[in-house]
């Protein structure tokens, strides 16, 4: 087998496992750190989220997926909700989290089914919000906390798959975030943005990447965009890795 050939069925061969890996919660275990890593922020949602979990007599968890952060910070207060929208998440959340007392609701994040003043603390990770709903669910000086994935995250795939369609809406980032919270009544305690290196050791996990995360690449498909996938695992085998810059921020916020 010539290096052509061999490069060629690399390829193919890496797609094909991408395609036919299952993925369910929000548990990207199986794509190793070696294949697809990211670099921490300064911050640690974790520990900011358990510094404020303690004193919190009523928690909700935005997009909780299949639970596995907010099992990962137990014990939880006694009243403790989580919702999430994507249907097949749920009954992974209910199985990881039922038994830790917690009611996991599906519902849309933006139109969130409590009364007003529910809550003491509200948590939110990579989920998408409604400043006004999160204001009128939070009890006076509830906190609440969210760190998001702003939108120049890894823009380099977009540039590279030449699909630049993100920038045709508002720009999602820290101080745009903070301002809308800003209206809605909050006082903005802490603001961070910060744009760590993501590295990709081989075209499978990009593929798997765009898989599970379909708002980077909007119509993605392998058959769309095989050439240019294949011109990115060239790259790779050429320099050993892919790298580019992710975009996190985080906010804590305070109700009056």
């Not at 994935?149 to 101080?175: A, P, T, Y």
């Not at 765009?210 to 790259?235: G, N």
């Amino acid at each position: 087998m010539n290096l052509l050939t061999q490069e060629k069925q690399e390829f193919e061969n890496l797609i094909a496992q991408a395609i036919n890996t299952q993925f369910s919660g929000w548990d990207f275990s199986v794509i190793s750190d070696a294949r697809w890593r990211e670099e921490k922020t300064s911050w640690d949602y974790r520990s900011i989220v358990l510094e404020h979990l303690r004193q919190a007599g009523a928690l909700l968890d935005m997009g909780t997926g299949g639970g596995e952060f907010l099992a990962s910070v137990a014990p939880l207060p006694f009243e403790t909700y989580a919702t999430e929208s994507y249907r097949p998440n749920i009954p992974i959340a209910k199985s990881r989290l039922e038994s830790l007392g917690v009611s996991v609701i599906e519902a849309d994040s933006c139109k969130l089914p409590f009364e007003g003043e529910r809550f003491e603390l509200v948590i939110n990770r990579h989920e998408k919000y409604s400043p006004v709903e999160i204001f009128r669910v939070l009890r006076p000086s509830g906190r609440f906390i969210t760190q998001q994935v702003g939108s120049r995250n890894n823009i380099r795939l977009n540039e590279m798959l030449g699909d630049m369609s993100f920038l045709r809406g508002e720009e999602w980032n820290v101080e745009r975030a903070a301002l809308l919270l800003c209206q809605a009544g909050f006082e903005i305690i802490v603001q961070q943005e910060e744009f760590p290196e993501t590295v990709f050791a081989d075209i499978g996990a990009i593929v798997f990447y765009l898989k599970v995360i379909p708002w980077q690449i909007a119509d993605f498909s392998v058959k769309e965009y095989k050439h240019r996938l294949y011109e990115m695992h060239k790259e790779i085998r050429q320099n050993g890795e892919l790298r580019m810059k992710a975009h996190r921020f985080l906010i804590e916020a305070v109700k009056p």
